[in-house]
């Protein structure tokens, strides 16, 4: 005797695809549910929910704005269209290469404007890839010109005990600042995993506090920190100030950060460097 249909489908469902995951990820991230992302990507929550448990595959445009609602970076915008099937659409591309002449010129002026005081252009990863004169000259003097002039990390710098460190006067403070710093500006607000894997090198380096190990970012934080640079009898003292490339359409391009310092103090700003 056969068996009543109960109408139910039985057969096991397939469980989230590649770029479900992904997605889901970045809704964790940004804490939107299924619904919030729906609204702003203005598709039905059926549908999001179909493309999270891989139940239904996303066209190119409809990766692109739930991408474009969760405000994923760039680099991983192409993450999502790799694991959905697609070509990647951004480029990454290289600082000296001729199509980022226009970018590079714009840095070029700024860097060479801020003089006399120092400035820097870094990467996502914090590695020095530009700097004016000022900024030279005040690595030199710290570090020594022989390693002022090798490939710098500012991060490795900072904690390193045989780089800028022994020359921090205030170093508990600016570098409890700058990991909280690191999770505030991390380009789409995670730390990628390069970037997280050397945090958890420099806080696992002697006389780094364990509290530093998750920082309080809700705590109100001062106006700004300076950074009082101390070397024999010269003290100068500087606070920051960062820009960031306006509508990027490159993975370079969004990724690059250009650090002011501006004088703290009267001394600090009568001091020429150049």
Do not use: C
Request: proline content about 9%.
């Amino acid at each position: 005797m056969a068996a009543r249909s109960t109408g139910l489908d039985h057969r096991p469902r397939p469980g989230p695809s590649p770029v479900g995951r992904l997605l889901q990820h970045w809704r964790r991230v940004r804490r939107m549910s299924q619904l919030d992302l729906a609204v702003e990507a203005q598709v039905t929550p059926r549908h999001v929910s179909f493309v999270e448990s891989g139940r239904a595959r996303p066209s190119r445009e409809m990766v692109l704005a739930l991408a474009g609602a969760l405000d994923v970076p760039l680099r991983e915008r192409n993450q999502l269209l790799l694991a959905a099937g697609y070509a990647p659409l951004y480029r990454e591309t290289g600082v000296e290469e001729p199509a980022m002449a226009q970018v590079r010129g714009a840095l070029d002026q700024v860097l060479r404007h801020h003089e006399p005081f120092p400035a820097v252009v870094m990467d996502r990863h914090w590695d020095i890839l530009m700097a004016n004169a000022a900024a030279t000259a005040m690595f030199a003097w710290l570090l020594g010109r022989e390693r002022s002039e090798r490939p710098a990390n500012v991060l490795r710098l900072m904690f390193d005990p045989h780089g800028l460190r022994p020359f921090v006067a205030n170093w508990d403070q600016v570098a409890e600042a700058l990991v909280q710093r690191v999770h505030r500006e991390a380009i789409g607000g995670v730390p990628d995993p390069e970037t997280a894997a050397l945090l958890q090198e420099l806080l696992a380096l002697p006389g780094v506090p364990d509290r530093w190990r998750a920082p309080d970012l809700t705590a109100a934080p001062l106006p700004v920190i300076p950074v009082l640079f101390r070397k024999g009898r010269l003290a100068v003292s500087y606070f920051s100030m960062v820009t960031t490339v306006g509508t990027p359409q490159d993975v370079t391009a969004e990724e690059l950060r250009l650090e002011s310092f501006f004088p703290a103090d009267q001394a600090t700003e009568a001091r020429r460097w150049t």
